[in-house]
């Protein structure tokens, strides 16, 4: 059983900037890529980016290129995802995801 925390999010305003973690638990290595996904109200949950265990591999969705950056720190088991140049479209809460596991969320939310 893997357990998913992250943190960092809050009220920001547009063009600020945020570095939300996830830190996980419940295994001795943690050799799967992990990702970050959003769900904005009455939206679905739509993919952010991930990053490969070795960080070699890299995708973010096309609205954030440029904008947010996801690295790991495998000796921590957590993942990192800098938010620079927030917009609003950018409110959600945001989710880590390792494998099949899903953490709890942390709202973000940018105010124009």
């Known amino acids: ?18 570095r939300l973690s996830c830190v996980a638990s419940g295994r001795t290595i943690f050799n ?12 679905e949950r739509e993919f952010v980016a991930a ?8 995708n973010y969705a096309d609205s ?4 947010f950056t996801i690295s790991r720190d ?3 088991n957590t993942v990192y995802l800098q ?7 950018d409110t959600a809460v945001y989710y880590c995801k390792y494998f ?3 953490g709890q ?5 940018v105010s124009s």
């Not at 357990?3 to 600020?16: C, H, M, T």
């Not at 938010?83 to 479209?89: A, H, I, N, Q, R």
């Not at 969320?105 to 939310?109: D, E, F, L």
């Open 1 to 18: 059983q893997v357990q998913l925390v992250e943190s960092g999010g809050g009220l920001v305003q547009a063009g600020d900037s945020l």
């Open 32 to 43: 799967y890529p992990m990702a970050w996904f959003r769900q904005a109200p009455g939206k």
């Open 51 to 58: 990053i490969s265990w070795s960080g070699s591999n890299i």
């Open 64 to 67: 954030v290129k440029g904008r």
């Open 74 to 76: 495998n000796a921590k």
């Open 83 to 89: 938010m620079s140049d927030l917009k609003p479209e």
């Open 100 to 102: 099949a596991s899903w």
């Open 105 to 109: 969320g942390t709202q973000v939310t």
